[in-house]
């Protein structure tokens, strides 16, 4: 039961125009959202995140938008460049199951590739 | 510099082994995570501990076993009983039980041969 959904396995962009990666989620108790971005053979590096209390947040190239009625976040690059070429996870924090701990939940990424 | 370590980065194991992921982190984090990524899947949790002494199951616990008898540490055992245990482990840790941001560490590939 995959909570948190990537509907795009992958994504190629031309340098310099925007890169979109959404996002979609079925628990509405979620109340934190992040992005991680990887590299092959390499653990997520934490990107930008978003409260369910707010409906964008921005850091620099990287914005996050996040519509709670529709259960959908997306992140968009702007400008792309090739650096940005890699794996990105939508992440959601929410309570686990059998404990009640917060934990994240992953999504099942899309891999952006930016052309030079 | 603080950070988390996995060791080894490449492991080969033979069929019906069991072989141990070692993860440190020198954060000071209270918790600590251990995941599996398979192509298409994403991260998937097979273990977390909120703190020393205490771990939790994830998703897929099944045919792995932990421990955390000191903060700094979480080791993974993959045991033989695991019937696909070829895949990418990533350990990761947060400050708390509540805090929402994770710190991965470099990863594991272990191939069962």
């Known amino acids: 039961d995959q909570q948190v959904k990537q509907n795009s396995p992958s994504l190629s962009v031309q340098e310099g125009r925007i890169s979109i990666l959404n996002c979609d989620y079925t628990n509405s108790m979620f109340d934190y959202f992040l992005w991680y971005k990887k590299y092959p053979a390499e653990g997520p590096t934490f990107l930008i995140s978003i409260s369910s209390i707010k409906d964008k947040n921005e850091d620099g190239r990287f914005t996050v938008f996040l519509n709670k009625s529709a259960k959908h976040l997306s992140l968009h690059i702007v400008p792309s460049q090739p650096g940005d070429s890699a794996v990105y996870f939508c992440a959601a924090r929410g309570s686990y199951r059998s404990t009640g701990a917060n934990n994240l939940f992953f999504g099942t990424g899309t891999r952006l590739t930016v052309i030079p | 510099d603080g950070g988390i370590t996995q060791s080894p980065k490449y492991l080969f194991r033979k069929e019906g082994q069991n072989v141990t992921l070692s993860c440190e982190q020198n954060?000071?984090?209270?918790?600590m995570y251990w995941y599996r990524q398979d192509p298409g899947q994403g991260l998937r949790l097979i273990y977390y501990s909120q703190i020393v002494n205490d771990f939790q199951k994830g998703d897929i616990a099944e045919g792995y076993s932990v421990s955390r008898e000191k903060k700094e540490s979480f080791p993974l055992t993959v045991t033989s009983a695991q019937k696909n245990p070829t895949a990418f482990y990533l350990c990761?840790?947060?400050?708390?039980?509540?805090?929402?941001?994770?710190?991965f560490g470099p990863g594991t590939r272990l191939t069962v041969l």
């Open positions: 954060l000071n984090h209270d918790a």
């Open positions: 990761a840790s947060s400050i708390g039980r509540e805090t929402n941001e994770q710190f």
